[in-house]
């Protein structure tokens, strides 16, 4: 009976003056590195001009979705809709990229996983050192992250795609590896999150000849919560460099098979049969239902 009480005053109070805790609380999803994350599925050189545009088309998998915002270049959240980069990767002709088609794959996969946010981040034909500590590229990436994080969102991975431009220079290709684990490392650190899962792309193509250098740093990083993701066998847009609209889907459906399947691991490594979507969800309503409680009690 007095459990009976207790949600029917929670109904009431919910129309004057309780809010969804799931409304507020942003699953953050961080895109970095360069125009593969960018997006430039879908856009070609005109026939006539010469300038690359992008050709407008957003497959299903990479429509908006009410629960998947993102956070533009002025710092607010917005609905997320392609291209997600376009104010970000600015000067350059965005197209579809791999974070709605995650996004959109984890909601589907995962109904209760609460809305997500993405941050956007990668800016096209960067380097890795150009992504290092006190670089404006880093610097950027920290504040956008820790805004998202202070505006009520709460840090779930990154997912990071780079490393073409670093296949020019052989010295380049040859130091990636340690400039990459810097920049993780560096990354964690200032963003206090020591265990943020990480899902980088392993090149598919590069702007050099020392891809295979490059790819073979990617693999062999050896850090903790740091997944890879092979985009090797995608299809690749005339220009031989970056990924077409299909395989930039597919991508985003491979980084989220990759991080649900990993969170499922992480969350269950003891053995104990827990539900990663189910018990999120749980903790959070237990929450919402002592706050509105408590609302109603001193009210």
Aim: aromatic share 8%.
């Amino acid at each position: 009976m007095l459990s009976f009480i207790v949600v029917a005053l929670l109904a009431h109070a919910s129309h004057i003056q309780c809010q969804n805790l799931l409304h507020h609380k942003l699953n953050i999803i961080i895109l970095a590195g360069q125009s593969n994350m960018a997006g430039r599925g879908g856009v070609a050189n005109d026939a006539s001009t010469g300038v690359p545009t992008w050709d407008g088309v957003v497959p299903p998998q990479c429509q908006p979705n009410p629960s998947i915002f993102r956070l533009s270049a002025d710092l607010a959240w917005v609905r997320a809709r392609e291209p997600i980069h376009a104010d970000i990767d600015a000067g350059k002709t965005d197209g579809i990229g791999p974070g709605m088609s995650f996004a959109n794959a984890v909601l589907t996969k995962e109904p209760d996983f609460g809305p997500i946010g993405l941050v956007p981040s990668a800016v096209g034909g960067t380097t890795i050192n150009e992504w290092q500590k006190g670089e404006f590229l880093y610097e950027q990436l920290v504040k956008r992250a820790q805004m998202a994080q202070q505006s009520g969102g709460v840090y779930r991975a990154m997912l990071w795609y780079q490393g073409e431009a670093d296949t020019v220079s052989q010295e380049d290709a040859e130091l990636y590896e340690g400039r990459l684990k810097t920049f993780f490392n560096d990354l964690r650190s200032d963003l206090h999150a020591p265990t943020l899962p990480i899902f980088q792309v392993v090149l598919a193509s590069g702007e050099g000849p020392y891809i295979e250098e490059v790819r073979e740093a990617q693999l062999n990083i050896g850090l903790q919560n740091v997944k890879s993701v092979d985009a090797k066998a995608l299809p690749l847009e005339p220009d031989r460099l970056h990924l077409t609209t299909q395989a930039q889907v597919r991508l985003g459906e491979m980084l989220a098979d990759s991080y649900l399947g990993f969170m499922s691991k992480s969350l269950t490594s003891n053995n104990a049969p827990i539900n990663f979507s189910s018990s999120v969800l749980r903790s959070l309503i237990i929450a919402q239902l002592f706050r509105c409680l408590w609302m109603i009690l001193t009210f």
